[in-house]
């Protein structure tokens, strides 16, 4: 769907923060499942988490992909997705061997356009979420720029600036609303 934006990338480039700024500035936004199934596995005190389950994590993942793509179809104009299906399924496929992308992405597509944020150490941070260091952040930036141009979308990786310039780059380089 056209009026689906994702922005995908490195872990810890700067995704949530964009955004947020894109939510401040009146658009839909969708978070990032892999977050969200953190928060409600420790509220549960659950294991499909990326360091006990990922397999278990990233079946949720895509789950909760497909089920944001359905909500977001009553969104009115643009829905930016902090990360999407093509992520998680091309995680769970990296991990398992099992054809994942082709059963879940060709039918699901977002936008041509997927807005990429690159490695960017002098920002990057682990979390009690995000547990995994910058070199496998960086391999899986990588495995993702490969992936997303090679399902038929169109990559544009965002330069390291500012939030708001990051947010108007994003901004001018949809098409018209009119269009979507």
Known sequence: MDRFVVISGCSGGGKSTLLTELA???FAVI???GRRIVDAERARGGT???WIDMEGFLCR????AMADREAACSNRGITFFDRGLVDAA???ET???EPTIARDCYNHRYAPRVFLTPPWPEIYATDSARQHNLAAAITE???LAALYPALGYETLVLPKVPVAERADIVLASLPPL???
């Open 24 to 26: 401040r500035r009146g």
């Open 31 to 33: 978070e990032e499942p």
């Open 48 to 50: 499909a988490m990326p």
């Open 61 to 64: 993942a895509i789950t909760m």
């Open 90 to 92: 091309s995680a769970l």
């Open 95 to 97: 991990l398992t061997g």
């Open 141 to 143: 930036y990588n495995r």
């Open 178 to 180: 009119s269009v979507l």
